[in-house]
């Protein structure tokens, strides 16, 4: 009996975890996608020094939950981050975010002289949101990815 209890808290909690999983790879997509049809556009009218050239995602390590805004002019990358990603980055970044809520998209800037991160905002953009597609006039990544970069 007490093995039977074990095996059906352990199936429950593999179930758990793959549902996890799935639900960070559909984040992931989703922030994939607005990148590169939308946000990339936005910025890049918005600003004339390090326009977004390439939107690039990893597929593996601790790095995996984010979305890397590669830039022009030698300006450091922007970075779309989620959970567990951004966990680990606000413990690096030399002002962290004192109460972040995880279930939302966090912005940061690359600080390429110390290989770590310099800035992270977080946004009004809800992972579940992400997850529905974000309407292409939605520009509330687009002004975290402007204030991150101004120090805003």
Same mark, same amino acid.
């Given at each position: ?16 975890f ?14 994939? !996608?607005?990148?590169?049809? *939308? #946000? ?8 004339? &020094?390090?326009?977004?050239?390439? %939107?690039?995602?990893?597929f593996?390590?601790?790095w ?12 450091p ?22 109460e972040?809520?995880? !279930?939302?998209?966090?912005? *940061? #800037? ?8 310099? &800035?992270?905002?977080?946004?009004d %953009?809800r ?6 597609g ?6 509330r ?11 805003t």
């Amino acid at each position: 009996m007490t093995q039977e209890f074990a095996n059906l808290v352990a199936e429950h909690a593999r179930r758990q975890f793959e549902e996890s999983l799935k639900t960070l790879a559909n984040v992931k997509a989703g922030l994939r !996608s607005f990148a590169r049809s *939308t #946000l990339m556009a936005q910025v890049n009218a918005r600003v004339e &020094r390090g326009r977004i050239e390439k %939107v690039v995602t990893r597929f593996v390590g601790q790095w995996e939950w984010c979305i890397e805004l590669q830039r022009a002019d030698g300006q450091p990358a922007i970075f779309l981050e989620f959970r567990p990603t951004v966990v680990v980055e606000n413990e690096r970044v030399p002002v962290p975010i004192g109460e972040p809520d995880y !279930s939302r998209v966090f912005v *940061t #800037l690359e600080n390429a002289e110390r290989e770590s991160i310099a &800035r992270i905002v977080q946004t009004d %953009v809800r992972l579940a949101e992400v997850i529905d597609g974000l309407s292409r006039d939605d520009c509330r990544l687009r002004d975290a990815v402007l204030a991150v970069e101004l120090g805003t």
